[in-house]
């Protein structure tokens, strides 16, 4: 009664309801956990870091029973929560690592994959702990092996560095993840179903959708094992991309005060350390950002309180635009300060906007709607 309990517990911990994201057109997502006893040790994860980030996570613990149950439950957390924290697949390892590391006194491991797949630019972006590598089809081809160097497993040692590494996908990819309960499933005569007939069976499932391909592969392994008794847990997940997120600008309002500039300079410094944009281009644009709001802070609303409206959207340039509906004002109408005039001699204001634009690419303002729009550019990738 309390193992029946504790499975029911185990797999209520699982995504269980599909289509798992109704309302997400752009990937199709299936996963299963067949335990061989009554609770298991394997888990399936997958979920939104963010409306852009999708992350997918597969491991396999030592041992079974309701030790690995647990050991298990705790993993899981750790990883989902140090994912929504902002770390990336292998920063994530790191720390979950270290924490299953201390007070380890039985000895217990994982192996783990784990993913995340950017709906916009395509990217997956990964870490694997020891575990088996998936399997990545393109469109128009068969099922192959990502050919990658697993780290260490999860709980062994302390302070280990996780590799990652990135593979752009397509519409019409897709990538298979599993466990060794599938390659090491036994028939009668003590055979294996290896991972050369898995990734036979997966060729012949070649266009099947993620929930069909799974189940079609499960199916085979009985057909392989014939009704012998299933000695550990298989457990399996299948991602199909379909088309990528069409992308939106991110944007944050708030007053307009001195006092909310390091939460507009957060925002920015989210937004362009998530696009990778290089950390010289990131301090640059920080400083121009800072100039404008502060601008903002001191022409918009001389007399009053008012809001600030910043919106920033990334493709190969980085794009801010902020809005206000305070007094008319357009800074680039500024002349320029005469730089061969001593700081002392030199009258007040005009060196920020002066800077703004030697930092940035581009600067752009009007007046629409009785709103002051100013709008700065950075290219920011393909820089060579």
């Given at each position: 009664?309390?193992?029946?309990?504790?499975?029911?517990?185990?797999?209520?911990?699982?995504?269980?309801?599909?289509?798992?994201?109704?309302?997400?057109?752009?990937?199709?997502?299936?996963?299963?956990?067949?335990?061989?006893?009554?609770?298991?040790?394997?888990?399936?994860?997958?979920?939104?870091?963010?409306?852009?980030?999708?992350?997918?996570?597969?491991?396999?613990?030592?041992?079974?029973?309701?030790?690995?149950?647990?050991?298990?439950?705790?993993?899981?957390?750790?990883?989902?929560?140090?994912?929504?924290?902002?770390?990336?697949?292998?920063?994530?390892?790191?720390?979950?690592?270290?924490?299953?590391?201390?007070?380890?006194?039985?000895?217990?491991?994982?192996?783990?994959?784990?993913?995340?797949?950017?709906?916009?630019?395509?990217?997956?972006?990964?870490?694997?702990?020891?575990?088996?590598?998936?399997?990545?089809?393109?469109?128009?081809?068969?099922?192959?092996?990502?050919?990658?160097?697993?780290?260490?497993?999860?709980?062994?040692?302390?302070?280990?560095?996780?590799?990652?590494?990135?593979?752009?996908?397509?519409?019409?990819?897709?990538?298979?993840?599993?466990?060794?309960?599938?390659?090491?499933?036994?028939?009668?005569?003590?055979?294996?179903?290896?991972?050369?007939?898995?990734?036979?069976?997966?060729?012949?499932?070649?266009?099947?959708?993620?929930?069909?391909?799974?189940?079609?592969?499960?199916?085979?392994?009985?057909?392989?094992?014939?009704?012998?008794?299933?000695?550990?847990?298989?457990?399996?997940?299948?991602l199909a991309i379909n088309h990528f997120t069409e992308p939106k600008p991110k944007e944050i309002i708030l007053e307009a005060g001195v006092e909310y500039l390091g939460e507009v300079l957060s925002f920015i410094g989210t937004e362009l350390k998530r696009h990778?944009?290089?950390?010289?281009?990131?301090?640059?644009?920080?400083?121009?950002?800072?100039?404008?709001?502060?601008?903002?802070?001191?022409?918009?609303?001389?007399?009053?309180?008012?809001?600030?409206?910043?919106?920033?959207?990334?493709?190969?340039?980085?794009?801010?635009?902020?809005?206000?509906?305070?007094?008319?004002?357009?800074?680039?109408?500024?002349?320029?300060?005469?730089?061969?005039?001593?700081?002392?001699?030199?009258?007040?204001?005009?060196?920020?906007?002066?800077?703004?634009?030697?930092?940035?690419?581009?600067?752009?303002?009007?007046?629409?709607?009785?709103?002051?729009?100013?709008?700065?550019?950075?290219?920011?990738?393909?820089?060579?």
């Amino acid at each position: 009664m309390e193992l029946s309990i504790a499975a029911e517990i185990q797999a209520s911990m699982l995504p269980y309801k599909f289509p798992a994201f109704p309302h997400r057109t752009e990937f199709e997502i299936y996963a299963t956990m067949l335990p061989a006893k009554e609770i298991g040790g394997d888990f399936y994860d997958f979920f939104l870091i963010d409306d852009e980030n999708l992350a997918i996570v597969i491991a396999d613990i030592s041992g079974k029973g309701i030790p690995a149950a647990m050991y298990m439950s705790i993993t899981k957390t750790l990883i989902k929560n140090n994912a929504r924290s902002g770390k990336s697949p292998g920063e994530v390892f790191e720390t979950v690592n270290n924490t299953l590391c201390e007070n380890n006194d039985t000895g217990m491991f994982v192996t783990a994959f784990m993913a995340y797949y950017n709906t916009i630019s395509g990217t997956l972006l990964f870490s694997n702990a020891g575990h088996n590598p998936p399997f990545l089809k393109k469109k128009g081809k068969s099922y192959e092996i990502i050919k990658i160097d697993p780290c260490l497993v999860l709980g062994c040692m302390e302070d280990i560095a996780y590799n990652e590494e990135v593979i752009n996908l397509e519409s019409g990819d897709a990538i298979y993840l599993y466990t060794d309960g599938i390659t090491e499933a036994m028939n009668k005569s003590r055979e294996l179903f290896t991972t050369e007939r898995l990734h036979k069976t997966l060729c012949k499932l070649n266009e099947h959708k993620p929930k069909d391909l799974i189940n079609e592969v499960k199916h085979e392994i009985d057909r392989f094992v014939d009704g012998e008794e299933q000695a550990d847990d298989i457990t399996m997940l299948s991602l199909a991309i379909n088309h990528f997120t069409e992308p939106k600008p991110k944007e944050i309002i708030l007053e307009a005060g001195v006092e909310y500039l390091g939460e507009v300079l957060s925002f920015i410094g989210t937004e362009l350390k998530r696009h990778n944009c290089p950390l010289v281009l990131q301090n640059n644009i920080n400083l121009a950002v800072e100039e404008v709001f502060i601008n903002i802070v001191n022409y918009a609303y001389p007399e009053s309180k008012g809001k600030a409206k910043i919106s920033i959207f990334i493709e190969e340039d980085a794009v801010i635009r902020f809005e206000d509906s305070g007094l008319p004002y357009n800074p680039i109408e500024q002349e320029e300060p005469d730089l061969n005039i001593s700081p002392e001699d030199r009258e007040i204001g005009g060196f920020g906007v002066f800077l703004v634009k030697q930092l940035m690419d581009k600067v752009e303002y009007e007046r629409v709607d009785d709103k002051n729009i100013l709008i700065i550019t950075k290219k920011i990738k393909n820089l060579q």
